[in-house]
């Protein structure tokens, strides 16, 4: 007789240490933001995006003047973009500001509800609230500033990041087909009002390309960092490996009769 069959969790979702194939009960699965084969390469790379932030933030502590990257990122902007394109992408690019984004925000912990999960409406409510709130602490620190304006790091691309990379974490889940079809639509749509924003912004001088760079690493980091810290707070030892997990429990748990079995061996 064939074994009854355990449905597959969906990849990335959970993370699943159960007992071995001879002991009776449901299989334990943990839903978890980040899938524990991507947590250390996420984790390398928002600490890459930290440092980043870091070099640009001492590199241009104080400055007015843009650098040479920043001229030829407007240069190269103004020649590909005409005029009237790039007043339609600044208004896009206004999806940006505080009230936009914070009604995102909103709709997105929305899509995090309705996944049935704590840590995805979590993971929207403090993430990229988190992450604007850092970027505006930051820019009088580094004292950059543009049309005497502070401008490093970027605080709408901070926002659109932030928003951008929580829309992706949900997605990628896949929990149902309305979550999925919802946070698609969020991550796409959020995906071009932040390439529009950036490229009105730089094409119109109100921010210079590495505040934009900037602005779009503290986003990401920061939004990795609490996805990370709340899989760790539900108990997600992601230090240690999956396949070592589940041997240590297939090893250590004790096979158990059920009475189906008892009945098959008389």
């Known amino acids: 007789m064939k074994a009854d069959r355990v449905p597959r969790a969906d990849v990335g979702e959970e993370e699943r240490a159960g007992p071995s194939p001879n002991a009776a009960g449901p299989v334990v699965r943990r839903s978890v933001l980040i899938a524990p084969p991507l947590r250390w390469p996420l984790a390398l790379v928002a600490g890459a995006c930290l440092l980043v932030l870091v070099a640009l933030s001492v590199r241009y502590a104080g400055h007015t003047e843009p650098s040479a990257l920043d001229l030829a990122a407007q240069r190269w902007l103004r020649a590909h973009i005409a005029d009237q394109h790039i007043g339609a992408l600044h208004e896009i690019g206004e999806l940006g500001n505080h009230r936009p984004a914070l009604a995102a925000t909103a709709l997105i912990c929305g899509i995090g509800y309705l996944s049935g999960r704590w ?148």
């Open 119 to 266: 840590k995805q409406l979590l993971l929207p409510a403090i993430g990229p609230p988190a992450a604007i709130v850092l970027s505006q602490l930051l820019k009088p620190l580094i004292g950059r500033t543009i049309n005497d304006y502070w401008a490093l790091p970027s605080g709408h691309t901070t926002a659109l990041v932030a928003l951008l990379t929580t829309a992706g974490v949900i997605w990628f889940h896949r929990t149902s087909i309305t979550v999925t079809v919802l946070s698609g639509l969020a991550f796409f749509g959020l995906g071009c009002v932040t390439t529009a924003m950036a490229t009105s912004m730089t094409s119109l001088n109100l921010h210079y390309a590495t505040d934009i760079v900037a602005g779009g690493c503290l986003g990401f980091a920061v939004v990795v960092a609490v996805a990370l810290a709340l899989d760790h707070l539900d108990g997600n030892r992601w230090r240690v490996p999956l396949r070592f997990a589940r041997r240590t429990t297939s090893r250590n748990s004790t096979p158990t009769c059920t009475a189906k079995h008892r009945g098959a061996t008389k």
